[in-house]
């Protein structure tokens, strides 16, 4: 299998202003909630903290609250000792105590049990805890860092998660952006995607410019760990040999951002088609032309809103502040949806 990168791969705005929220929260103690799909790389994002963190020495501990049976889960986290439950012959050290000195990361913590929410919380409050089965009182001597991919604050309204909790773990709060929300990332993604693989022993082969544009276009509701996974598949298929439009699989050749919107289909078929004459043209530059592609949905998606941008978000697929940044990056104002959609005259 080929494992997720741990470095966050990208030259994007977007990707930089999470680097730089990084820089400025790690060397704090500072409780850290990253918010994001799955395969964005959350656990990334919290390995980056603790490694640029003053707990740099300490461990990195992992932890995944929805994949540990409840029943586990309070052991798992605390430990327990001997005899305090069938089975437990004997005493164990839990990852609170594990992560001692460094990095305790809960992730998936939108799935963490009512019960174990409320152990969670007096943890954060006092700072100590007892092992299942005992009582011997232990300094949490560690540096939270929270992930999910879940709503807390829908599931707060839902009865389904604490919101003194909630408060507790969002002090910093970092949102990971989706892949489809940085298009222009995508092939330094799979030129590291395909140095890792050539690394690891499984070959390499290479992708035609225009097999490069339409994977960026692609929305990739899977994320990195999509991508990651057809990388994979194409070396098992196409070893040591080029990759086109042609060879990837007929979800990708055919996949656009809205599959209801004829419109959306028709316009993005239409460039998708144009590719191989753009390409052939000296001096084509795919960021700019990934670039121009995502400047014309935006646009349109703000035109045909009427300029509300939460509304426009929520048409193109991703998170209002996404949106909003984006608009600053191109230089996009409300006042100016009504106009015709334009051209980018940046490179």
Known sequence: MLQASQQIVGSSD???????????VAKSEATVLILGESGTGKEVVASHVHEQSLRANGPFVPVNC????????????????????TGAITARQGRFELARGGTLFLDEIGD???????????????RTFERVGGNRTIEAD???????????EGKIKAGAFREDLYYRLNVFPIEMPTLRDRPEDVQEIIEDL?????????????????????????????NIRELSNLIQR?????????VSTQDL??????????PESHEIRDSQLAVKGANDAIILHEGFNLRRHINQIELRYIHKALHDCG?????????????????????RKYGIVRDDVSAPIFEMTNS
């Open 249 to 258: 699989p007929l979800k990708f050749t055919h996949a656009v951002l809205h």
């Open 142 to 152: 560690v540096r939270i860092i929270a992930a999910t991919n879940a709503n807390l």
């Open 66 to 85: 929805g994949a540990i049976p409840a029943d586990l889960l309070e052991s798992e986290i605390f430990g327990h000792e001997k005899g305090a439950f």
């Open 307 to 327: 300029g509300v941008v939460a509304h426009a978000a929520e048409k193109l697929g991703m998170r209002r502040t996404t949106l909003v940044e984006k608009m």
């Open 112 to 126: 963490m049990p009512h019960a174990m929410q409320v152990k969670l919380l007096r943890v954060l409050q006092q």
């Open 194 to 222: 395909l140095i890792r693989l050539a690394h690891d022993g499984h070959g390499r082969f290479e992708f035609t410019a225009d097999a490069i544009v339409t994977l960026s276009q692609y929305p990739w509701p899977g």
């Open 14 to 24: 977007i990707i930089a202003r999470v680097r730089h929220m990084i820089s400025q």
């Open 234 to 242: 194409l070396a098992i298929l196409h070893p040591n040999s080029s």
